[in-house]
């Protein structure tokens, strides 16, 4: 199973909005609306940001977005704030009853 | 509540095996639904899902690592428990481990735990 392929980086300034893709096959991000994104501080353990293409758990600002088209998710953050700046990650669930991670992304707050 | 955590060596030598172990709170993995698996992260590398358990045994694994790894649990102890044979140093990183939603994603994750494969 060959990761999820995502940008390597990806800059904004302070308030503007970025959008990260997170590109797959039929298999995965396109055969399932178990699309998933974590952020990832460094040193820290990744935190669930996204579920299901696009819902949020309780807690997570509303800044950010998840969508889908196609074998292609997409993450968006909106009114980019310094704490934003992080590793973001991308999964989905398989057909082959397993899971598959994203190549990440380094967001960097200018 | 729901927390994890991930407790086993930090060092292991090349071919030795690598018994980890998740204990977690807030949550029953014999409860109808519940999951929880194994994910790592090599240094400076993206994250790598490697196996699952269910509440009723029923256990995934990563195609790559399937012939190597072995995953169980205690439900009276609250662990997971994640084998992994003739470790090599390729396999250095940290080891996560995470309870796992139905609609698969990772909702709570453990600190991590970084082991290191050299002789």
């Known amino acids: 199973q060959s990761a999820l392929t995502q940008p390597a980086s990806v800059s904004g300034s302070p308030g503007q909005s970025i959008a990260i893709s997170c590109t797959g096959t039929?298999?995965?991000?396109?055969?399932?609306?178990?699309v998933s994104w974590y952020l990832q501080h460094p040193g820290k353990a990744p935190k669930l940001m996204i579920y299901?293409?696009?819902n949020r758990p309780s807690g997570v600002s509303n800044r950010f977005s998840g969508s889908k088209s196609g074998n292609t998710a997409s993450l968006t953050i909106s009114g980019l704030q310094a704490e934003d700046e992080a590793d973001y990650y991308c999964?989905?669930?398989?057909?082959?009853?397993?899971?598959?991670f994203g190549t990440g992304t380094k967001v960097t707050v200018l | 509540q729901v927390t994890l955590k991930e407790s086993g060596p930090a060092l292991v030598k090349p071919t030795q095996t690598l018994t980890l172990t998740c204990t977690f709170s807030?949550?029953?993995?014999?409860?109808?639904?519940?999951?929880a698996g194994w994910i790592r992260q090599p240094p400076g590398k993206a994250l790598e899902w490697l196996a699952r358990?269910?509440?009723?045994?029923?256990?995934f694994y990563s195609t790559s690592l399937k012939t190597r790894l072995t995953i169980s649990k205690d439900t009276s102890k609250n662990q997971v428990v994640l084998t992994m044979t003739n470790m090599d140093p390729v396999d250095t990183a940290t080891y996560y481990c995470?309870?796992?939603?139905?609609?698969?994603?990772?909702?709570?994750w453990g600190q991590g735990t970084m082991v290191t494969v050299s002789s």
């Open positions: 995470a309870r796992i939603t139905s609609t698969a994603a990772f909702d709570i």
């Open positions: 807030g949550f029953s993995l014999s409860a109808s639904g519940m999951r």
């Open positions: 358990i269910d509440w009723d045994e029923d256990k």
């Open positions: 039929s298999s995965d991000v396109g055969g399932y609306n178990y």
């Open positions: 299901e293409v696009s």
């Open positions: 999964s989905s669930y398989t057909s082959s009853r397993s899971y598959v």
